[in-house]
């Protein structure tokens, strides 16, 4: 049973001192967390806040707070929710629309205090959705900052304190976050920060089992179904392999946060210097290591350029990175090449521009795999191009380098610098390459382009369908639509009106052509499994295979010692 809890209003950090040295006010949050019910999937978390100075909300919330996220069944709760300045008590109202919005009576009048209890569940998730709603595994809750702590308009930089109060939670229970283990102490910032940090609390397990305040680290909370310390530590040689690779002169840290998924397992989220991975029905350890290759690498590569970009390049070099650091095979490298580029050519929506993919991506699997298997073959184009026309002197790592290095340096990154970068390399063909891409027509990279070691071929793969409107698989409830006759869905017995519901991540669902889809399906007040192969008809599809009388240990040389 959930109960009310008294806190203690924090006081106001002092204020600005004058002259150009002065410390910027503190930003206060208390945290104390109650017991975490795994089994009912139920919890409760106390926010306590001292906010210094608040900006002018003008027509816009006061507070607000992330309680839902695409695919949940319902929000969470936030109950007790007070307010209090120099004035005394504010009177808010809830935002008609989205939840976790509301209004003050009137303007802010200095620093302002905020408590409220965040109520946490582990609310059902309807589809695929990011996976970072707050919820329980184990003894111990998750979430990340927009949806643990309330967001004001911004009134300038505040230096931010974060403490923790385990006192109603199990005994050794802990915080970790993106910043590290326990407290969070950051200097001149603004609240926003803590927005995109990871944030899990309770009973916890730790790889390496030591604290670390460098490089790679993870933890979790729950029982995965296998040991993650075996593919957590491989990630860890890669991370310190991938650091190098992307120029940084000491080994940034970097955490991994693993907790369940019951929609889209094996998906997760890139935060600040971490990513939230996700276990559950069909995830093993190896495809947990295989999934932070691509998502380190947006740790240096992702910006406001699109998810043909940031995406694209991931997916890019989700192996290649991995197999050029001789952490996987030269078979492993290839087989994630031709994962991708049969998803890619056996899409029967491949067409669709990225803007629209965009636009849709949660609404259909085979759209949001477009910015992914479209944008790595984009890359694996590009990287041949620059190749050839350089003599095999600068390739698209030049490229993305240079990228990095102006994020690092906070310079602008605009597609008309991506352009400039192209057309130096590639002149027009750069860009009109590009602008293709763009407009969703058929990428298809050289035979050579992913190096001497394969060469190019074609080979039939059936269309990912599953034998209904996809339609079907949006919304709360599942209803079978537009059931095709002849389809593998029918054959298994499938008929309009069935009311579905499944546990697997479409996406890799569609990647794997042999692989089945099991549903629970409801009818006429009986529930019963039905598996059946989501495949249409047979396309010919471009894959890459070895280039026969090429030994591995020439598969490399065109990278150098990189």
Known sequence: MRTSLKLALLTVAAALLPGAGAAPPVLKILVTPGPMDQQAGKGEV????????????????????DLMVPGMARPLAVRGLTARDAGGTLSLTAIPGPPGRWRADRAVRGPLALDYILEIENVPMLQGGPPTAARIDGNAFSAIGSGLFMKVPPAGPTAIRLDWDFARMASGSEAVTSWGNGAIALGSSTPDRLMRGVFMVGRLMHEPRQEVKQGFSAVWAGDPGFDPRPPMQWTAKLHGWMSGF????????????????????GGGAALHRSFLITYGTGVTGQGLAGILGHEMTHTWTANDLGKWYSEGNAVYY???????????TTDEYLADINETASRYYS???RNTPEEEA????????????????????YFAALDGKIRRASGGKRSIDDLVLAMVDRAKKGEPITEAIWFD????????AGPTLHRAMLAG????????????????TTRPVRRFDVGFDFASLIGAKKVVKGLKPDSEAARAGLRDGDVITYG??????????DRHFNVQVTRDGRTWPVSYLPRGEAVDVYQWEREPGVPDDQCKLRWGKS
């Open 46 to 65: 106390a926010v306590a806040m001292t906010i210094p100075a608040i900006g002018d909300p003008g027509d816009g919330p006061l507070l607000s707070i």
């Open 318 to 328: 989700q192996v290649l990175l991995p197999w050029r650091a001789g952490l996987v």
């Open 441 to 456: 027509d058929l990428i298809l990279p050289e035979s050579g382009d992913y190096g001497p070691c394969f060469r190019r």
């Open 358 to 377: 965009v636009r849709r991506f949660w609404e259909d699997t085979r759209v949001r795999v477009l910015p992914y298997d479209r944008g790595a073959l």
């Open 347 to 349: 899409n029967l929506l």
């Open 421 to 428: 970068m192209l057309r130096a390399e590639i002149g027009e």
């Open 504 to 513: 697997v991540a479409l996406d890799s669902l569609q990647g794997a052509p």
């Open 246 to 265: 992307f120029g940084d002169t000491e080994v940034p840290p970097y955490r991994v946060f693993m907790r369940y998924n019951p929609m889209n397992a």
